[in-house]
Every structure is written in structure tokens, then in C-alpha cells.
């Protein structure tokens, strides 16, 4: 476990800011529900750690990189069906939670969602 964190951590350093915070965002929302529903000794638990990592290579692969929209804004659905419904469900229940437990992080994602979706940079005209 101590590994692969800090694996995740050389990654995350070349990644876009914009992209770590999103990581941080959506890492603590899964933290917030698992603690809630499967008290586990340490958040995440080993089926929440799956998600997690699961949304992490979705953000690899993301293709706006540091543009990237809100994932509840984008136009892409880069997940699957049932990683959808599941991280819908972590965001639904440690959405109005995060407010209190990472007040920083909220506010950068409030303000991160009032930008419009960008079209694919593959659609962008010259
Ligand atoms: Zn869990």
C-alpha cells in the first residue's frame, strides 16, 4: 500500500494541476462514503480502493487534460456503465458533505464548475 502510493505520487506530479485537484476531489468524496457505509479500518476499503484507482486512470486518460470540465458538465462519458452508477452514488452522498470536510477543495471545485465544457480538442476548429 505504502508503494503504491507513493507510485500514484510520481504520477501525479506531471500531471496538471487541474488534474491533481480533481484526483484529491474525487479521492476524498470516496474516503467520505466509505467511511459512512463500510466502516472500514482505513478508508478506502479494498472495493472502494478499485473505484478509486479506477477513476484515476480515467483522469490519465481524459482528453481535455488541464481543460478538463466537471465530470457531472462533460460531454464525454468516459465511464463505464457501472462505475457510473457507482461514482454517482459516492458524489451524491459526499457531495454536500465535502463542504465541511475539505472546504478548500470544494470552493476550487465550485469555481471549476462554472466553466463551460470544452469541445474535444479533436473537434476545435483551427
Ligand atoms: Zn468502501
Redesign the pocket.
Known amino acids: 500500500m505504502m508503494v503504491s502510493a507513493s507510485v500514484r505520487a510520481d504520477q501525479a506530479a506531471k500531471r496538471a494541476p487541474r488534474i491533481r485537484r480533481e484526483f484529491r476531489t474525487i479521492a476524498a468524496m470516496i474516503r467520505i ?2 467511511q459512512a ?2 466502516e ?1 479500518l482505513a ?3 479494498d ?2 480502493r478499485r473505484l478509486l484507482d479506477y477513476a484515476d486512470r480515467r483522469l490519465d486518460t481524459c482528453p481535455f487534460h488541464a481543460e478538463k470540465p466537471v465530470c457531472n458538465k462533460c460531454t464525454v462519458h468516459c465511464y463505464s456503465k457501472t462505475m457510473r452508477e457507482r461514482v454517482r452514488e459516492v458524489m451524491r452522498f459526499a457531495g454536500p458533505r465535502m463542504l465541511y470536510r475539505h472546504p478548500w477543495l470544494t470552493l476550487r471545485h465550485l469555481l471549476d464548475a462554472r466553466r463551460p465544457a470544452p469541445e474535444l480538442p479533436g473537434k476545435r476548429r483551427p
Open positions: 462514503y466509505c457505509h463500510h472500514p478508508a478506502p476499503c472495493d472502494c
